[in-house]
Nanobody, 115 residues
Framework: QVQLVESGGGLVQPGGSLRLSCAASGFTFSSGYGYWYRQAPGKPREWVALITSGGTTNYAGAVKGRFTISRDNAKNTVYLQMDSLKFDDTAVYHC?????????WGKGTLVNVSS
């Protein structure tokens, strides 16, 4: 069964850090692209970060310099390290993998930045 499962979300104070994980099962994504998106309450989903199969990364302007996307192909996992978190980072974070024309999505993990 093809599946993406995110984990690592939770409640964190402003300025804090979290590390999200996205574990893939049912397929090998080493040649695929990994993405993180987020959706805040009442807002449309927005792209956050991208990592190519070769390890090249790119970030949305709102998170550049604070978030780091990485991948471990041996573990079939994509990560999102989030530092210097702000109130505006509160959202459900979703993992997306695109591989051979197929588009896989996880159900998301909630990140709540609150004091």
């Amino acid at each position: 069964q093809v599946q993406l499962v995110e984990s690592g979300g939770g409640l964190v104070q402003p300025g804090g850090s979290l590390r999200l994980s996205c574990a893939a099962s049912g397929f090998t994504f080493s040649s695929g692209y990994g993405y993180w998106y987020r959706q805040a309450p009442g807002k449309p989903r927005e792209w956050v970060a991208l990592i190519t199969s070769g390890g090249t990364t790119n970030y949305a302007g709102a998170v550049k310099g604070r978030f780091t996307i990485s991948r471990d192909n041996a573990k079939n996992t994509v990560y999102l390290q989030m530092d210097s978190l702000k109130f505006d980072d509160t959202a459900v974070y979703h993992c997306n993998v695109v591989l051979n024309g197929n588009d896989y999505w996880g159900k998301g993990t909630l990140v709540n930045v609150s004091s």
